[in-house]
């Protein structure tokens, strides 16, 4: 396990915000249950970021940005929450607004509300 990347992983989730330390500890604990109680060998920030996804705690697009190193998932008022694809210029994204409403918007502008 190269312990540098997989501290690196850690702290990208936390600096994020979008892990806390409680989810990430049960996320590991749940890649240990899976091999009779131990960490597997050669457990990497691949397979922890797998088992996060699996949970459900991130998105597939949210893992790979902190395996990437990303930390920072907003854009003004809106937290980034998926990649939608590619524009001519520029990614389209994902976002939901920070406010005291939930919203989800897409790149047309239309607006989604949760409860």
Not at 23 to 38: H, P, S, Y
Request: aromatic share 6%; glycine share 12%; net charge positive.
């Amino acid at each position: 396990m190269n312990d540098n990347r997989h501290l690196n992983f850690e702290k990208c989730a936390l600096t994020s915000g979008l892990l806390s330390a409680q989810q990430l500890e049960e996320a590991r604990l749940a890649l240990r249950n899976g091999v009779d109680g131990r960490a597997p060998a050669g457990t990497t920030d691949q397979a922890l970021s797998e088992k996060i996804v699996a949970l459900g705690l991130l998105n597939a697009w949210q893992a790979k940005q902190l395996l990437d190193g990303r930390t920072k998932f907003t854009l003004g008022a809106y937290r980034i929450i998926d990649s939608l694809g590619q524009g001519g210029t520029n990614p389209e994204a994902g976002r939901r607004h920070q406010g005291p409403s939930s919203r989800q918007v897409d790149p047309g502008g239309n607006r989604q509300f949760y409860p």
